[in-house]
C-alpha cells in the first residue's frame, strides 16, 4: 500500500509564505519513489509540474515561474517532501499535488504520465 498526503495549504495575501508538506508512506515490500515532484493546476488550466527533486541526489527542477520564489526539499529519511513557497503571488492560486515516479535511476521527468503516484491536493489561496 502506498499513499501520499499533502498538507500545509491556505489562504494567503500577496508576498506571504507558505509550506507545503507531502508524506509518503509505503509497505515493507513497496519503493519509495525515485523522483518527488509537486504540480499545479490553476482554475480553468491544466496540471503542470512546478518542482521536481531526485530522491538519490541534489538535483532539482523548478519551472520559470517559481524561480527563485520556491523551494523542494525532502527529509533525510525521504518519507517526507516539502514545497518552501515565498513571495506568494495571486497567479500562484490553484490546487497543489505532490507526487512520485518509481523507476528513474538517472534523471527525472516532468510529464504528468511519468509519475505514478499521486496525492489528492491541498488548495492554495492568494488573494
Known amino acids: 500500500h502506498v499513499q501520499l498526503v499533502e498538507s500545509g495549504g491556505g489562504s494567503v495575501q500577496p508576498g506571504m509564505s507558505l509550506r507545503l508538506a507531502c508524506v509518503e508512506s509505503?509497505?515493507?515490500?513497496?519503493?519509495?519513489?525515485?523522483?518527488m515532484a509537486w504540480f499545479r493546476q490553476r482554475p480553468g488550466s491544466q496540471r503542470e509540474s512546478i518542482a521536481v527533486?531526485?530522491?538519490?541526489?541534489?538535483?532539482?527542477y523548478y519551472a520559470d515561474s517559481v524561480k527563485g520564489r520556491f523551494t523542494i526539499s525532502r527529509d533525510a529519511d525521504k518519507s517526507t517532501v516539502y514545497l518552501q513557497m515565498n513571495n506568494l503571488k495571486p497567479e500562484d492560486t490553484g490546487m497543489y499535488y505532490c507526487?512520485?515516479?518509481?523507476?528513474?535511476?538517472?534523471?527525472?521527468?516532468?510529464?504528468?504520465?511519468?509519475?505514478?503516484?499521486w496525492g489528492r491536493g491541498t488548495q492554495v489561496t492568494v488573494s
Open positions: 527533486a531526485y530522491t538519490r541526489s541534489t538535483y532539482t
Open positions: 507526487a512520485a515516479a518509481v523507476g528513474w535511476n538517472e534523471y527525472c521527468p516532468t510529464a504528468i504520465a511519468s509519475f505514478d503516484r
Open positions: 509505503v509497505s515493507i515490500d513497496e519503493k519509495r519513489g525515485d523522483c
